[in-house]
């Protein structure tokens, strides 16, 4: 399985941005994706996942902010990011769950700042 992360970038606090994961390889053995962040000097964190009958879970720091959903079709996972805060700075990493290994994505940098 092959990820392919885009749509980071610079963001002012209260905007919004969607990060985009495109999937390629043995897609169909896939059972969950994700998207983890990481900011500098603190460790990787789960963001949100969304399984592949679509039941979906976030961290609740994002919660009613954040929303991923995946485009079967595109092969693709997205995460609408919207009332960004700096403390949502960080590399996003979009992660897969199949047959029994984890695969990740090369990690896209956000930065929300004024």
């Known amino acids: 399985v092959q990820l392919q992360a885009s749509g980071g970038g610079l963001v002012q606090p209260g905007g919004s941005l969607r990060l985009s994961c495109a999937a390629s390889g043995s897609i169909f053995s896939i059972n969950l994706m994700g998207w983890y962040r990481q900011a500098p000097g603190k460790r990787r964190e789960l963001v949100a996942l969304v399984t592949n009958v679509g039941s979906t879970n976030y961290a609740n720091s994002v919660k009613g902010r954040f929303t991923i959903s995946k485009d079967n079709a595109k092969n693709t996972v997205y995460l609408q990011m919207n009332s960004l805060k700096p403390e949502d700075t960080a590399v996003y990493y979009c992660?897969?769950?199949?047959?029994?290994?984890?695969?990740w994505g090369q990690g896209t940098l956000v930065t929300v700042s004024s």
């Open positions: 992660n897969a769950y199949s047959s029994g290994s984890y695969y």
